[in-house]
């Protein structure tokens, strides 16, 4: 049978859904064709709040890579836009002047920002907030200026203005209504809403209509009708959408606010159906993806000839993704004489709840500060359920039973993609899941906006018991293999594995060569494995481990000797200056690590600027011991109960050099007032009368984390002994990049406390650990003696002729 | 008129070590030249076009180079950046002469 010819405008997230769903009801049955305006492959619209919040990144939010539309021999036409339909003749044609003929043909165009017609509003520095495009704009402007403003105060507007913040702008709100998000919330929650923002930084003009847009060609700022104005380098309109309709319109298909379709998301013109927020259905437009996934899975069954249910229109619900802010509405929020309510407000933490009941039956719910009944409200709602069904589940929940245990089969866990308990708790048994990611590749749920991300791995905790934590490592180290990190270490232990490349080979990876990911991984878990014998591949190595320098944005480098301690002398300072004026080093810096940093050294020469300084490598580019930072302690201070100084070197003498999974930071304070911060150290000491505290899994980077207590020894040698142990057992278990707050909570502190009480274990580890030190040198000193890693890695070739 | 080219020589192939790059200075243009795993030389504009990153310090795999700052993958031969990053950097023709290396500008 030849297969029918099926074309896709529009590679969004509710056209390819569509063609993801015919794909898997009928493999072989089409010839799929797909033309995608924007130039990339389908990816997550939803996630591009987070990228401008700065949690995920462009190229983490691609749905299906362009390996995903070959294996499923999809044609995509990236970057082309479809311009005319000719329904007569069955084809398509497009702006690059090519003509496609189709049997069938699916319009899932999307919408288009809406733009306010105002004076202004095409000068430079006015964007909207829709694709990777204006996301990458935004980020731009970001770096140049400082003021900006954001035109809606709606779910995008709002979630837009926490990126700005984050982008390190100022950002003023600008909102029409008398309360934020007034289209999704009460007053009461609008207004707890606004002051939760304002603590993280926001500024809002409410009551504000935008009438002009100041500037000459760019931007300088905004006037509103009251005449006022306000500065700002940078507009996001974020006001609302409407339908993208432009091709249906040119070619007479009929629509209304959205291109018309019936319930089987047929549009009036024959073998064309259109799906998405282009779509109107029974006079609804939509505008998030729940009721679009259902749309598509409508359509799909349709165009495959298979029986379906009609669509018959959906209920949604809405969450704002900032963070720091939960807030949760969906169905009807406004009460009246027919509409009763449940309702309770805790001003202390800032928690606010409210539902409606008409004829005592749920029919919408908003929440505040607490969203964790977001989902089985919304459930209820859907069903209109009986209120005594809440307020039962309520009862039983305090009874001590945990939520996703309680809650029936047939509830929806994933709202975006409509994934039912029942669905996920199957998939994980009779498939043998064990990690999120397995879920969200198998039953779609968590793939969309991520928000029940918590709910899947509650729920496999649920299903798989005690089972799940250890099997959470199960994931594969990259794309380049579907072996995980635990897998690979067994491999290259039980065949002896001992070069990068040998292991590529041997576990068949899928690339020639590894990629930056796994490369740095096994170079790390080789010399793990056989300290003694491992030849460290430089190759293999991120450039600032390469060169033990970190890079600057300008290709120049940064110097960070060792000062053990923290501690220094003045002949090591005098040292210092006179390299920072013989090599003209730009800057000269204090870092937060209690030692200083010689930036913008040239490549060539930090061979001469190491061997001038006389002093180690710091190791400030290293996953390696950083810095170990201490107190003046009590040798000095009137507080002090231990000599904090004295430990801290001696620290840093003992671990410095070792490779680590992840940088690893160290502090030792002499009394609980903690000045060298040891609380928020991968492991801090504390001294106190007659003893020592230690302290795991601190950080004060990224994921900001309090350390815990492990345990308190008397001497300095238990504290080396201790550390020691600690040290080995993460370099053993855990995986490459997982700084030690990550890895203390995976395994639990339970756990590691655990294994090192035995003192056989200890000693077992410590042997390792000594015997990776006995071979390490100082890499700088290593560097000033051969002329050959000189020339191979620093060296530039200069010819200087003259090119025009 | 068409464009002069000019083959420069740049070094000898053992000066170039094996899936590591070298930055090449030819006048004004800057170079990044990297000798991959078979052994092929590769000759390619030494700036990122994200934010200029030096690709000579990137890390060599195959016939990618990645960069050293936001890891962006670059394809040597073509010098285009993979999905789901976007553009092109120029390249240039190399050939191999009694084990010099030769830029071809
Ligand atoms: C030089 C220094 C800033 C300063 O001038 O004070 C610094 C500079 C850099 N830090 Fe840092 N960090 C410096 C102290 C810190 C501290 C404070 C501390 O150590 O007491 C922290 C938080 C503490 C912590 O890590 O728990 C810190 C948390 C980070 C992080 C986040 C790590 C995390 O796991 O959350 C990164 C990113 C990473 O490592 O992936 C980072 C990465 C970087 C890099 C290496 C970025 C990079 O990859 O190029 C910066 C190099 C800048 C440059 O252009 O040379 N830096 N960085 C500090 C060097 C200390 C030293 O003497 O070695
Ligand atoms: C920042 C942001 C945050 C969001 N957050 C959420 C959220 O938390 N939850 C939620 O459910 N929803 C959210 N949404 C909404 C959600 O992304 C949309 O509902 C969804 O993407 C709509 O899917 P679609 O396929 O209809 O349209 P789109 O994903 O916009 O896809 C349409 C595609 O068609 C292309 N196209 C248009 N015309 C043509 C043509 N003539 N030829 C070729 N190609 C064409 C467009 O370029 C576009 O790529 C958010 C949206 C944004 C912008
Ligand atoms: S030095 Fe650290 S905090 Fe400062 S910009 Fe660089 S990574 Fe960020
Ligand atoms: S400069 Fe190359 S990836 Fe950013």
Request: glycine share 10%; net charge neutral; proline share 3%.
């Amino acid at each position: 049978m030849t297969k029918q010819k099926l074309v896709l405008v529009g590679n969004g997230m509710a056209g390819v859904r569509t063609i993801e769903e015919i794909i898997k009801l009928a493999p072989d049955r089409f010839e799929i064709t797909i033309f995608g305006r924007e130039p990339y492959p389908n990816y997550n619209r939803i996630q591009l709040s987070k990228v401008l919040q700065g949690d995920t990144s462009i190229k983490d939010i691609t749905i299906n890579d362009w390996q995903w539309y070959e294996d499923h021999q999809i044609l995509l036409y990236p970057g082309e836009t479809v311009i005319n339909i000719y329904p007569e003749d069955q084809l398509v044609f497009t702006s690059k002047g090519r003509k496609v003929q189709y049997d069938k043909l699916i319009l899932a165009t999307g919408s288009l920002p809406f733009m306010l017609p105002i004076p202004g509003a095409n000068k430079e520095g006015v964007t909207a907030f829709r694709d990777i495009k204006d996301c990458e704009r935004i980020i731009e402007y970001s770096k140049m200026y400082k003021k900006s403003a954001v035109i809606g105060g709606g779910l995008l507007g709002l979630e837009a203005a926490r990126g700005l913040l984050n982008l390190g702008m100022e950002v003023s709100v600008v909102h029409l209504g008398d309360y934020l998000m007034d289209r999704q919330l009460d007053k009461t929650a609008g207004k707890l809403l606004q002051k939760e923002l304002e603590l993280q930084g926001m500024k809002f003009y409410l009551e504000k209509q935008t009438k002009e847009i100041l500037g000459d060609q760019k931007v300088k700022g905004l006037r509103f009708h009251d005449g006022q104005e306000i500065p700002v380098d940078l507009v996001v309109m974020a006001v609302g959408i409407k339908p993208n309709i432009q091709l249906a319109k040119e070619s007479g298909i009929p629509f209304n606010r959205g291109i018309l379709v019936n319930d089987w998301l047929e549009t009036q013109a024959p073998n064309i159906y259109a799906v998405g927020e282009c779509a109107e259905h029974r006079e609804t437009v939509y505008g998030v993806v729940a009721p679009l996934y259902e749309q598509g899975k409508v359509l799909a069954k349709r165009i495959c000839g298979k029986e379906s249910l009609p669509y018959k229109g959906s209920a949604v619900s809405t969450q704002l993704k900032v963070s720091g802010v939960d807030v949760f509405s969906a169905g009807e929020i406004f009460e009246n004489e027919q509409i009763k309510t449940i309702m309770s407000y805790d001003d202390y933490r800032g928690i606010y709840k409210k539902i409606l009941i008409r004829d005592g039956k749920i029919i919408g719910a908003v929440l505040f500060g607490d969203t964790g009944e977001g989902n089985r409200l919304f459930n209820l709602i859907k069903k209109e359920a009986d209120i005594f069904e809440y307020t039962l589940s309520c009862r039983n929940e305090q009874n001590g039973c945990s939520l996703v245990a309680t809650i029936a089969d047939e509830e929806i866990i994933c709202g975006c993609n409509g994934v039912k308990k029942g669905t996920i708790v199957n998939a994980i048994q009779s498939q043998g899941l064990t990690t999120v990611e397995q879920v969200k590749g198998y039953t779609n749920a968590s793939r969309s906006c991520g928000g029940c991300k918590s709910s899947v791995a509650d729920l496999l905790e649920y299903t798989l018991g005690d089972q799940f934590k250890r099997q959470e490592q199960n994931e594969p180290i990259c794309s380049c293999t579907t072996l995980s990190r635990d897998d690979v270490i067994k491999e290259i232990r039980e065949k002896v594995l001992t070069m990068t490349m040998e292991v590529m080979r041997v576990l068949n990876w899928k690339t020639e060569d590894g990629c930056s990911k796994c490369r740095p991984a096994l170079n790390y878990y080789l010399g793990m494995l056989h300290p003694l014998l491992y030849q460290d591949e430089r190759e293999s190595r991120f450039v600032n481990e390469r060169l033990h320098a970190n890079i600057q944005k300008d290709g120049t480098f940064s110097v960070v000797p060792r000062m053990y301690g923290g501690v220094t002398n003045a002949e090591e300072l005098r040292r210092i200056a006179d390299v920072a004026e013989k090599y003209n080093v730009p800057l000269i810096k204090l870092t937060g690590g209690q030692r200083i940093d010689l930036v913008g050294v040239k490549k060539e020469d930090l061979p001469s600027v190491w061997a001038d300084l006389g002093m180690p490598s710091g190791f400030a580019y290293g996953k390696s011991l950083r810095t170990v930072k201490t107190c003046v302690g009590d040798t000095f201070c009137r507080f002090g109960t231990q000599d904090s100084i004295a430990m801290g070197i001696r620290m840093e003498r003992k671990f410095q050099r070792i490779s680590m999974p992840h940088k690893v930071k160290m502090a030792v304070s002499a009394c609980p007032r903690n000045c060298a911060e040891s609380g928020i150290k991968d492991l801090g000491v504390v001294g106190v009368d007659g003893a020592w505290e230690i302290y795991v899994g601190g950080n004060g980077g990224t994921h900001l984390r309090a350390g815990d207590l492990f345990c308190r020894v008397k001497t300095q040698e238990e504290v080396l002994e201790m550390a020691g142990a600690y040290l080995q057992y993460y370099r053993e278990t855990a995986h490459y990049l997982e700084r030690t707050s990550i890895w203390v909570e995976r395994l639990g502190l339970e756990h590691i406390k655990s294994i090192l009480a035995d003192k056989d274990t200890r000693q077992a580890l410590n042997e390792r650990l000594d015997e990776t030190l006995s071979v390490l040198k100082d890499p700088w000193q290593e560097t000033i003696n051969s002329g050959e890693i000189q020339k191979e890695l620093y060296k530039t070739v200069n010819i200087p002729v003259d090119i025009k | 008129m068409k464009a002069m080219r000019y083959r420069i020589k740049v070094g000898s192939l053992n000066d170039i070590p094996e899936r590591l790059g070298k930055t090449v200075k030819i006048g004004p243009n800057e170079i990044a030249i990297f000798r991959l795993a078979n052994g092929d030389i590769r000759a390619i504009e030494n700036r990122c076009p994200h934010k200029g990153g030096v690709l000579a310090e990137g890390m060599v795999s195959g016939e990618y180079v990645y960069c050293p700052m936001h890891d962006w993958k670059i394809n040597l031969k073509d010098g285009k950046v993979q999905a789901p990053d976007f553009g092109c950097i120029k390249t240039y023709e190399t050939e191999i002469q009694n084990g010099e290396v030769i830029v071809i500008l």
